[in-house]
Nanobody, 124 residues
Framework: EVQLVESGGGLVQAGGSLRLSCAAS????????IGWFRQAPGKEREGVSC????????YYADFVKGRFTISSDNAKNTVYLQMNSLKPEDTAVYYC?????????????????WGQGTQVTVSS
């Protein structure tokens, strides 16, 4: 059974940092792409960043480029999202998701497996 568990969310002031973790189990980690997505109240879920576990290729949404960094520790089956220079508009529930095809994309519908999410709140 594929399982994804996010952690690391919380409350932080604008300009601060958080590191989210996505611990994966139940599948061959090296074959998958892992994406981070977020959803704010009243808004659609949007892609933030993704990484290919096989070759390390990464992709970022324009609104996080230069601020967020995605990385993968294949030995721990864990993907991280380092978030720096956080803004109030980054406030959302952040989800990680897995794509068994290993395609690096920020389209949520390409990901069949999802974690439960972790809340990130950035105060002004």
């Amino acid at each position: 059974e594929v399982q994804l568990v996010e952690s690391g969310g919380g409350l932080v002031q604008a300009g601060g940092s958080l590191r989210l973790s996505c611990a994966a189990s139940g599948f061959t980690f090296d074959d998958y792409a892992i994406g981070w997505f977020r959803q704010a109240p009243g808004k659609e879920r949007e892609g933030v960043s993704c990484i290919s576990s096989s070759n390390g290729r990464t992709y970022y949404a324009d609104f996080v480029k230069g601020r967020f960094t995605i990385s993968s520790d294949n030995a721990k089956n864990t993907v991280y999202l380092q978030m720096n220079s956080l803004k109030p508009e980054d406030t959302a529930v952040y989800y990680c998701a897995a794509d068994p095809l290993g395609i690096v994309t920020l389209h949520p519908r390409e990901y069949p497996y999802w974690g439960q999410g972790t809340q990130v709140t950035v105060s002004s």
